[in-house]
């Protein structure tokens, strides 16, 4: 368990969620930390994280959960999730966040990753899948597919697609 203790100074409103506007002003708020973790070597590991007290003009608890498996050297999925519960003067929330991972290495020079996640501040679900070659060591060579969806505002699971990206990066190393 340990303290952070935290100092800001807003000079115009900041929406915190959707509807909630912190005012401008100087504030100042401890929050207390708390955490376990079990050894990430394992093939199946797990942590939870948890911190209360303080925040901004309220108070605020929050939950961050991970849970991964491995099949070691070549696949590995996660889940992990982050919720805050915080009670405002403003108004009360909930913000959540909720990512899956899974990582599929081919060979030591040839990987796929695959990251989902959803927040429900912004209700937008995202996919971003990532090849890496590396082609030599120093090389790399990377594709990159992202896909977002946004929520229907009635709720539930009806998503709109928004926008696909597909972008490559080459990194080139030089050694003098």
Do not use: C, H
């Not at 509807?19 to 079990?38: D, L």
């Not at 959960?65 to 009360?92: C, D, E, H, W």
């Not at 796929?112 to 937008?124: A, C, E, G, P």
């Amino acid at each position: 368990m340990d303290a952070n203790p935290v100092y800001e100074r807003l000079s115009t409103p900041f929406q915190i969620f959707p509807g909630v506007f912190i005012p401008p002003g100087e504030y100042q708020f401890t929050r207390w930390r708390g955490s376990f973790n079990s050894a990430a070597r394992r093939r199946l590991s797990g942590s939870i994280n948890g911190s209360f007290g303080n925040y901004w003009s309220g108070e605020a608890k929050t939950l961050q959960t991970g849970v991964t498996y491995k099949m070691p050297p070549y696949f590995s999925i996660s889940f992990n999730t982050n919720q805050t519960f915080a009670r405002l003067p403003q108004k009360n929330f909930v913000a959540r966040i909720i990512s899956s991972t899974v990582s599929f290495a081919v060979s030591p020079f040839l990987s796929f990753s695959n990251l989902i996640q959803y927040d429900n501040q912004s209700r937008n679900l995202g996919w971003q899948s990532r090849v890496r070659w590396i082609v030599q060591p120093g090389n790399d060579l990377f594709f990159v597919f992202s896909q977002g969806w946004l929520q229907d505002t009635r709720g539930g699971y009806r998503f709109n697609a928004q926008e696909s990206k597909v972008s490559a990066k080459v990194q080139y190393t030089v050694r003098f």
